[in-house]
């Protein structure tokens, strides 16, 4: 029963490879967001969809497309992984504004070697 | 350019003693202030939040208080208790995004 779930918790990958992260939320809440934590710690948003349209889609290189089929289902793919691509990956979701937080998946730690 | 700031990357406090986490931000325009708490291996679990037309909100050991002319919030926790032992991020909300601060490590000592 969590509330917003991400695929894999851990991955572990080559330069230049693509992957993707999935993740779903069974709240009802109406947008859906990813974060990226550096190795710095700062927690950066990256993209933030509602009702399956992009709403938010911060300086992120274009390697990285968010995709959402349904309002529930926030993934993300990444292409050609570069170093720099290491970092752990936050979906969270919201409903009514910001103004009642998001709430957060777990994470998903990609290293890139 | 960080528009949230927690300059503190640590605190250790006593337990049983009052814990403040300090926050700074340079946008005037955000319109709500949180703070989220994490544990290792977890996401960010939203803690508490203040409106920018108030100075104080509290809820329960918890309590935020905003400078807005300072551009300063703080969060008080009282008593400390070992379970508040996490990263306590301060984050601001407008243009429908939030924005978050770099987090304190707070370390409750027995």
């Known amino acids: 029963d969590t509330a917003v779930s991400q695929t894999p918790k851990y991955l572990v990958t080559q330069m230049g490879n693509d992957k993707s992260i999935k993740c779903e939320q069974n709240?009802?809440?109406?947008?859906m967001y990813w974060y990226k934590q550096d190795s710095k710690k700062f927690l950066k948003i990256m993209f933030s969809?509602?009702?399956?349209?992009?709403?938010i889609n911060e300086t992120v290189p274009n390697r990285f497309s968010p995709k959402s089929p349904d309002k529930a289902h926030l993934n993300l793919h990444i292409n050609s992984l570069e170093l720099g691509d290491s970092a752990v990956y936050f979906c969270?979701?919201?409903?009514?504004?910001?103004?009642?937080?998001?709430?957060f998946g777990s994470g998903t730690r990609l290293t890139v070697v | 350019d960080q528009q949230v700031k927690q300059n503190s990357p640590s605190l250790s406090v006593q337990e049983g003693r009052i814990s403040i986490l300090n926050c700074d931000y340079t946008?005037?325009?955000?319109?709500?202030f949180l703070w989220y708490k994490k544990y290792p291996a977890e996401g960010p679990t939203f803690l508490i939040s203040?409106?920018?037309?108030?100075d104080k909100n509290e809820d329960g050991r918890f309590t935020v208080f905003l400078n807005k002319s300072a551009k300063h919030l703080s969060l008080h926790i009282v008593p400390s208790q070992p379970g508040d032992s996490a990263v306590y991020f301060c984050?601001?909300?407008?243009?429908?995004?939030?924005?978050f601060g770099k987090g304190t490590r707070l370390h409750i000592l027995p």
């Open positions: 203040i409106s920018s037309i108030k």
């Open positions: 709240l009802g809440h109406d947008t």
């Open positions: 946008n005037s325009m955000f319109d709500y």
């Open positions: 969270a979701s919201s409903q009514a504004g910001t103004t009642y937080g998001y709430t």
């Open positions: 984050a601001a909300s407008g243009d429908d995004k939030i924005i």
């Open positions: 969809y509602n009702n399956k349209e992009l709403i």
